[in-house]
């Protein structure tokens, strides 16, 4: 009986880390394309002769690859990956100022669930 008590536990601890993968994977996609858009009004503002910021989408590219990196090290350490989901979210800030609060928002919620070992309910256990 307690076997199953602690496999039930488990599973919910992955079942939880599971769903910060998907939410941090939606902010790492909506970050790259934000990271793209701002890109791309800088570049037709340099066009235009406003704008003179031209190395923001590379730093942005590697705040996504980060992103990316803790939304898969979810499942596998749980630690790295909160830690990688975090400094992505703060890091984004950085990169495209307030737009960045659109996707940071789901990369510190994927890294409080991740970081977090609460146990979860799962339907149609005991």
């Known amino acids: ?13 992955f079942t939880m880390r599971t769903i910060a993968m998907i939410v941090g994977l939606i ?3 909506l970050a790259l394309i934000i990271d793209i858009l ?14 003179d910021d031209t190395t923001h989408f590379f730093y942005g590219l590697i705040v996504v690859l ?4 803790g939304s898969f090290l979810t499942v596998i350490s749980p630690i790295v990956a909160s830690i990688m989901l975090l ?4 890091a984004f800030f950085f ?3 307030w737009w960045a609060i ?4 789901f990369l510190f919620v ?3 669930l991740t970081f977090s070992n609460r146990r979860v309910n799962i339907p149609g256990t005991a």
């Open 1 to 13: 009986m307690a076997q199953a008590n602690e496999d039930t536990g488990k599973l919910g601890r």
């Open 27 to 29: 902010g790492t996609a």
């Open 38 to 51: 701002y890109s791309l009004v800088h570049v037709l503002g340099r066009v235009a002769g406003m704008s």
């Open 66 to 69: 980060v992103a990316l990196g």
């Open 87 to 90: 400094a992505a979210g703060i």
């Open 95 to 97: 990169i495209v100022g």
């Open 102 to 105: 659109i996707a940071s928002v």
């Open 110 to 112: 994927a890294a409080l």
